[in-house]
T-cell receptor
Framework: NAGVMQNPRHLVRRRGQEARLRCSPM?????VYWYRQLPEEGLKFMVY????????ESGMPKERFSAEFPKEGPSILRIQQVVRGDSAAYFC?????????????FGEGSRLTVL | GQQLNQSPQSMFIQEGEDVSMNCTSS?????WLWYKQDPGEGPVLLIA?????ELTSNGRLTAQFGITRKDSFLNISASIPSDVGIYFC???????????FGQGTTLQVKP
């Protein structure tokens, strides 16, 4: 029973390039959440998706960031024209029910470094 | 927006000691969860609480959902070196459908 799978685990990009982070939720989970963690800080909510729908994107920067969770395939967090401040660990979590009523299971994260 | 205040920020204790950490908020939550994160890894769920006043144990860990629904605490008894890590509380609100995380408590255990 595979857990939440994220890839790549580590990604290095130069300023101005694009970063694509992928997340496959646990089997049977249709709710996906993306969180960002800066060094020595807690997890900051970015976006909540449920198959093909964005439920809450209140934590997403207005520009350059987008997320999707298609009917088939993994959820994708896309960062266009990356800047140094985007360097962080990005965690995906999934749950069987809404996050406030169900338990979130996290992947091991994707660590983005922007040079 | 909703915020959780987690304390203490860090703790350095002797092996065998008991540990207590807590989370408070000005907002009401309908679920409280406690996670542990090891360096370079994702958070792992330790305990989930769903009812105000609920007291739940998982081995040496005990957590309670505050009666006001605005706070929770986590106790670790007889700490061991592998308890080292960052502990996060998280609150779930039915208004938002998502979890909000505290800033974390870094625990170090001296053998």
């Amino acid at each position: 029973n595979a857990g939440v799978m994220q890839n790549p685990r580590h990604l290095v990009r130069r300023r101005g390039q694009e970063a694509r982070l992928r997340c496959s939720p646990m089997k049977g989970h249709s709710h996906v959440y993306w969180y960002r963690q800066l060094p020595e800080e807690g997890l900051k909510f970015m976006v909540y998706l449920q198959k093909e729908n964005i439920i809450d994107e209140s934590g997403m920067p207005k520009e350059r960031f987008s997320a999707e969770f298609p009917k088939e395939g993994p959820s994708i967090l896309r960062i266009q024209q990356v800047v140094r401040g985007d360097s962080a660990a990005y965690f995906c979590a999934s749950s069987q029910a809404r996050g406030d009523t169900g338990e979130l299971f996290f992947g091991e994260g994707s660590r983005l470094t922007v040079l | 927006g909703q915020q959780l205040n987690q304390s203490p920020q860090s703790m350095f204790i002797q092996e065998g000691e008991d540990v207590s950490m807590n989370c408070t908020s000005s907002s009401i939550f309908n679920t409280w969860l406690w996670y542990k994160q090891d360096p370079g890894e994702g958070p792992v769920l330790l305990i989930a609480l769903y009812k105000a006043g609920e007291l739940t144990s998982n081995g040496r860990l005990t957590a309670q959902f505050g009666i006001t629904r605005k706070d929770s605490f986590l106790n670790i008894s007889a700490s061991i070196p592998s308890d080292v890590g960052i502990y996060f509380c998280a609150g779930g609100s039915s208004n938002t459908g998502k979890l909000i995380f505290g800033q974390g408590t870094t625990l170090q255990v001296k053998p």
